[in-house]
């Protein structure tokens, strides 16, 4: 149980272009996931708490223009990446949290790989 | 603001011998601390949690601690073989908040 999966695993793509990445909860409801940008060797950052039904909460340092994110029901969340540039190009990982049971356990996507050419 | 020390960053053993990787944090409402493992080219993978109200947990060849006084936290894998080797996070997190604060994470080689 608790499987997150995310599309795609990997995409690349020219400057300028926008990108959307799903981010699925496939065998439980998820009130919240969350987006992550991982750079190479380095740990995970938090870039937003997406809460189903209403707006994400970005941190500190994110554009929120930039990289949208639509949590449109209890099972899917889409981060898209507007504008993209090759600064952008990064491993992006998402983690889904089941709601209710009172565990704030976070389950992790296998993560999406984004070249920006 | 909140702030979580993983150490060491790369730790290399023979296989059958054991690994420790160690955390600290610093804010005192933490009150879960999971333990995630990622190879190359894939997401975390939860392996084992602690919560505040408990002091250690064990999972077959591994094994979380935890001092909440001292606001430390450690996994240790006993008998390591090679397929244990991938990137370490320690990560804390308050149940109010919600917020994950990760490590830095541990590169662990288990050579053969």
């Known amino acids: 149980g608790a499987v997150v999966s995310q599309h795609p695993s990997r995409v690349i793509c020219k400057s300028g272009t926008s990108v959307k990445i799903e981010c699925r909860s496939l065998d439980f409801q998820a009130t919240t996931m969350f987006w992550y940008r991982q750079f190479p060797k380095q740990s995970l950052m938090l870039m937003a708490t997406?809460?189903?039904?209403?707006?994400?909460?970005?941190e500190q340092g994110v554009e929120k223009d930039k990289f949208l994110i639509n949590h449109a029901s209890l099972t899917l969340s889409t981060l898209t990446v507007t504008s993209a540039h090759p600064e952008d190009s990064s491993f992006y990982i998402c983690?889904?949290?089941?709601?209710?049971?009172?565990?704030?356990?976070?389950?992790f996507g296998p993560g999406t790989r984004l070249t920006v050419l | 603001g909140e702030n979580v020390e993983q150490h060491p960053s790369t730790l290399s053993v023979q296989e059958g011998d054991s690994a420790v990787i160690k955390c600290t944090y610093s804010d005192s409402a933490s009150n879960y601390f999971p333990w995630y493992k990622q190879e190359l080219g894939k997401g975390p993978q939860l392996i084992i949690d602690?919560?505040?109200?408990?002091g250690e947990k064990k999972d077959q060849r591994i094994a979380v601690t935890l001092n909440k006084t001292a606001k430390h936290f450690s996994l240790h894998i006993t008998e390591t073989q090679p397929e244990d080797s991938a990137v370490y996070f320690c990560a804390a997190q308050s149940t109010g908040g919600f917020k994950t604060i990760f490590g830095a994470g541990t590169r662990l080689f288990v050579k053969a």
């Open positions: 997406s809460n189903e039904g209403s707006k994400a909460t970005y």
């Open positions: 983690s889904a949290s089941p709601t209710g049971g009172g565990t704030d356990t976070q389950y």
């Open positions: 602690i919560r505040s109200n408990v």
